[in-house]
Nanobody, 117 residues
């Protein structure tokens, strides 16, 4: 199993920045990707950004391209989401997701991000 601990959420004004962190522990030696998703009230959970653990290839949702950056600290099995130029529509619970070999998926508990206008 993999345990995920997210942190860094909060309340900010539009235009401000936040950095989310997700630390993975447990069976981390077969991670394929780590990603961020978000879910706003009344909406389905949606993809935000992803990073392959081998090769560091990244991908982003169109709504966050150019504003959000996903990165990682190899030594600590931690992935970050740097969120700049935030908009009120970025308000959501942000979830970290790990995909391991064998289609094993693990989710974090989520961290609330609120952007006021």
């Amino acid at each position: 199993q993999v345990q995920l601990v997210e942190s860094g959420g909060g309340l900010v004004q539009a235009g401000a920045s936040l950095r989310l962190s997700c630390a993975a522990s447990g069976r981390t030696n077969d991670i394929l990707t780590m990603a961020w998703y978000r879910q706003a009230p009344g909406n389905e959970r949606e993809f935000v950004a992803t990073m392959r653990w081998i090769g560091d290839t990244t991908g982003y949702a169109d709504s966050v391209k150019g504003r959000f950056t996903i990165s990682r600290d190899n030594g600590k099995n931690t992935v970050f989401l740097q969120m700049n130029s935030q908009k009120p529509e970025d308000t959501a619970i942000y979830y970290c997701r790990v995909l391991r070999i064998g289609e094993n998926i693990h989710w974090g508990q989520g961290t609330q991000v609120t952007v006021s206008s």
